[in-house]
């Protein structure tokens, strides 16, 4: 009884899993954002919601690796992007952020059929 019928529950409950888990991250985005909108700009440094949005992103993503559901290549690449940019934020280092974006979705087109399904 073991044949499709089970890898198709599964499959069934890995999707609804990385829906549970885009929500969740959604709602640690919107956390993120309504806390440091709540607390006076002097009082945040520099980066604080790129650093903290980055850390959703690839969070997300490494819990869904962690469970055997396929990573976002998009939300990957964004939360590398936010990340970095809100590292140079805070230490003062203007990074190309555009620049970036376009080299890391270039690359990951081409890499695609490497690492995809």
Known sequence: MHGTHGLANQD????????RLE????GLFLLLTGG??????????QGTWLIGAGIVLL???????????????????????????????FYGVELP?????????GASIILKPRFGR
């Open 97 to 105: 952020l555009f620049a970036l974006l376009l080299i890391l979705l």
């Open 36 to 45: 440091i909108l709540l607390v006076p700009d002097r009082q945040v440094p």
């Open 59 to 89: 969070g997300l993503n490494a819990v869904r690796y962690l469970k055997g559901i396929r990573m976002s290549m998009f939300t990957t690449i964004l939360g590398l992007l936010a990340f970095a940019g809100g590292l140079g934020e």
């Open 12 to 19: 069934a409950g890995k999707t609804a899993l990385d829906k």
């Open 23 to 26: 929500d969740v991250g959604w």
